[in-house]
């Protein structure tokens, strides 16, 4: 009987470990669709980095938000809607990992991943990764094109 109610209690931990996670990158998308810096900004840790399309684009919390808020204080965001999304844990729950596909209606399907750090019951993004994926048909031509930006403007990857 104890080894039922201990089953019982730990998936009923992970369900609402898993349901504060998806909220919390819900919120995480909805805020930046509508330009909420605020709000959008005390989803991620203070050590947070965030990566995005661009090879350069590796930005720690604070450089990040200094990108971002003077678009969404100019009214201006963006919006990723999630189509589908996985979300895992460590066996503590204080870790969560996840992978999810976005739907942007400008530049088609994305994919996202990222951890998370729950600290006194509150979940935190330590590390987001917005990437556009390319089919393996498209990528020998797709990396012959950025090598010829790259070598043309002299912007080198890291």
């Known amino acids: ?27 995480l ?8 810096g605020e709000n959008y900004f005390k989803l991620f840790d203070d050590s947070s980095v965030f990566f995005g399309t661009d090879a350069k684009e590796r930005w720690s919390k604070s450089e990040f938000k ?5 678009r969404f204080n100019g009214g201006t965001g963006w919006t990723y809607k999630p189509l589908y999304r996985n979300i895992y844990f460590n066996k503590n729950t204080n870790t969560a990992w996840f992978d999810e596909e976005l739907e942007n209606k400008k530049y088609g399907i994305f994919r996202g991943t990222g951890v998370l ?25 797709y990396s012959k094109e950025i090598i010829k930006y790259l070598e043309k403007n002299k912007k080198w990857l890291l």
Do not use: C, G, R, T
Not at 66 to 70: F, G, K, S, T, V
């Open 29 to 36: 998308h909805y805020y930046a669709s509508i330009a909420d």
């Open 117 to 141: 750090e729950k600290n006194n019951n509150k979940w935190l993004i330590k590390q987001y990764n917005l990437l556009l994926p390319i089919p393996n048909d498209l990528l020998l031509d």
């Open 66 to 70: 200094d990108y971002a808020l003077e």
């Open 1 to 27: 009987m104890k080894f039922i109610i201990s089953l019982f209690i730990i998936v009923n931990i992970n369900k609402s470990d898993k349901e504060m996670v998806n909220q919390l990158l819900d919120k």
